[in-house]
C-alpha cells in the first residue's frame, strides 16, 4: 500500500509529459521546430491549463470509481462532518498559510536572493504570474480539485491502508505533493500547504475541506499579489516592508492559530 500510494503522483507526471510531448509534436509539425519552439514559450500556461485538465479528468474518475463509490455503499457522506460553518475555520488557514508563506519567501530572498530570483523568472515566463483567463482557470480552478484528488484523496486513502498513524500519512502525502511541483522553493511551501490540507482533509473526513482550503490559499496568491502592488507600488519604501513583514507574522500566526482553534470546537 505504500508503493501503490506513490502511483498517483507518478500517474501525475506521465499525463503531464504525455500532454506537453502532444502539444509540442503539433507545434512542430504546425511551424517547423524554432517556430514550435516559440509557440511552446508563448503558449505555456496554455499547456499547464491541459495538464490541469486531463490530469483531473484521469485522476477523477480514478478517485471517484475507487473512494466515492465505496463510500456511498458505505454509507459515508462525501462531505463528511465539513459543513458550511466549517469554511470559516478553513478560509482562516489559508489567509494563515499564505501570509506566512510569504514571509517565508521573504527570508529565504535574503539569505538564497539568485534562488529566489530563479523562483520569480521561472514563474514569469511560464505564465502563472500573470493574471489571464488560462493561469486563473489553471492554478485557481483546476489546480485546488486535481491535486487534492491526488494527493488528499487517492494517495492518502493508500496511506490509509499502510498504516493507522495521522501524521505518517500526513507528512508522506504532503512531500510528494512537494516532490510534484519540481522546484525547492515551490516545492517547500507546497509540502506547508500539503500539512494544512491533509490535516483539515483527515479531521473533517472530506475532500472538500482540503479543496477549500488549496482554492482560497491559490485564490490570495493570484489576485492579492496585483492589488498590493497597486496599492503599495512593485518597490515599497523600506518602512512598508518592515511594517508588511510584522503584519504578515502577527496576522498570520493570529489566523492560523484561529483556524485550528475553530476547527477543534
Known sequence: WYLMSVVPLLVMFVVQVSVATVMMLGWMLSFGYEGGMQAYEDN???????????????????????????????????????????????????????LLVGLL??????????????????????????????SVAATVILAPIGEEIIFRGLTIEYLKRATGRFWV????????????????VQGTYAFLLGLTCGYVVLKYRSLLAGIAVHFVFNAYGTFATPVLNLIFGTEPSAAVEIVSYVVSLVLGAALFAGGLRLMKK
Open 44 to 98: 505555456y500556461i496554455v499547456l499547464v491549463l491541459w495538464m490541469h485538465l486531463i490530469t483531473l479528468l484521469i485522476t477523477g474518475l480514478w478517485y471517484y470509481l475507487y473512494v466515492v463509490r465505496r463510500q456511498k455503499r458505505a454509507g459515508i457522506p462525501l462531505a463528511g462532518i465539513f459543513t458550511g460553518k466549517s469554511f470559516g475555520s478553513t478560509v482562516m488557514l489559508a489567509f494563515g498559510a499564505q
Open 105 to 134: 519567501l521573504t527570508v529565504w530572498q535574503l539569505a538564497f536572493p539568485d534562488m529566489i530570483a530563479e523562483y520569480n523568472q521561472l514563474m514569469e515566463e511560464s505564465g502563472i504570474a500573470e493574471l489571464s483567463f488560462a
Open 169 to 184: 500519512i500526513n507528512i508522506v502525502q504532503a512531500l510528494f505533493f512537494g516532490i510534484a511541483h519540481m522546484n525547492l
